[in-house]
């Protein structure tokens, strides 16, 4: 394990390349693709990292499980070492339930000074599968209602955490963008919500949103983009506090940097940098 190899590393997880980029890299690095995918299962224990960088300040992972009205939840628990309190941040995942890539987004966002709880809405059912098809059975198997009343009892359970400040916002992509609209309106202490591509609420239940929202679209994604201009009337009419942005180009998952049909860097960049900013404004103090 050089320290070039762990340099490259810390770059990919504070945030600095994609992940396809990283895994480019990472070959020529160690001698090709396959050794590469030989030395993943190395880097994800940050083997080595403090003889190489004394000064870095390591995450400390724990898989955490609460009681969501009789049933047990659980979720991927990452923050900076130090137990600092931070401000806590709730990663809803795609239909393919909590799978590596939703938790590398949970590990950055712990990189960014957060105490990341990535939630696993199939924890009941045994747990996020291997397989991502029959994890997208299994979502779709989910009861809406039964689920955001699940989602929300995240946001107790992590403003109580003793690393954590109090205030707690939350993320979601694609099925997980539409239930971060959905928790918006679920009556929560949540403080932001940043959704990602996520089908919007019914006008109707507009008024019952209780925190600021950063809404992000990808110009391509028709389907979801059909039901963005009632969803903003409906929040001009009701005084919400929101950002909305478009992504021209774009399609359905930009963010995903797994999936090289969908991954767009560019937006992917200017959203995150977005959805940064919004939450350290809405949720520091």
Not at 20 to 33: C, E, K, M, N, Q
Not at 75 to 82: D, H, K, S, V
Not at 140 to 166: I, K, N, Q, W, Y
Not at 178 to 205: D, K
Request: hydrophobic fraction near 40%; proline fraction near 5%.
């Amino acid at each position: 394990m050089t320290p070039a190899i762990l340099d490259l590393y810390q770059r990919f997880t504070d945030g600095g390349m994609s992940r396809r980029d990283f895994l480019d890299r990472l070959a020529r690095l160690v001698g090709g693709p396959a050794a590469a995918m030989a030395v993943l299962p190395l880097l994800g224990d940050d083997s080595g990292w403090h003889a190489i960088f004394p000064d870095r300040q390591e995450l400390v992972i724990s898989e955490e499980e609460w009681d969501a009205n009789g049933v047990r939840m659980g979720g991927y628990l990452a923050r900076l070492e130090g137990g600092e309190r931070r401000p806590g941040l709730i990663v809803i995942h795609e239909n393919r339930g909590l799978n590596a890539h939703m938790k590398d987004v949970t590990r950055r966002v712990a990189r960014e000074g957060f105490l990341a709880l990535g939630v696993d809405m199939l924890h009941p059912l045994g747990g996020t599968p291997d397989d991502g098809d029959q994890a997208r059975t299994m979502i779709g198997t989910l009861d809406a209602g039964e689920t955001v009343a699940r989602m929300a009892t995240a946001v107790p359970f992590l403003s109580g955490h003793p690393e954590c400040t109090g205030k707690v916002g939350a993320v979601g992509f694609c099925w997980g963008g539409g239930y971060a609209n959905r928790l918006a309106a679920a009556g929560t202490s949540l403080a932001a919500i940043v959704p990602y591509y996520g089908s919007q609420i019914p006008a109707a239940e507009v008024p019952k949103i209780t925190a600021p929202l950063c809404l992000h679209y990808a110009g391509l994604d028709t389907r979801i983009n059909a039901g963005i201009a009632d969803y903003e009337a409906a929040l001009k009419a009701n005084g919400k506090l929101y950002e909305i942005y478009m992504y021209e180009g774009a399609n359905h998952a930009f963010n995903n940097d797994t999936n090289p049909d969908r991954y767009h860097k560019e937006a992917a960049e200017l959203a995150w940098g977005r959805t940064l900013a919004f939450l350290r404004r809405h949720l520091s103090g």
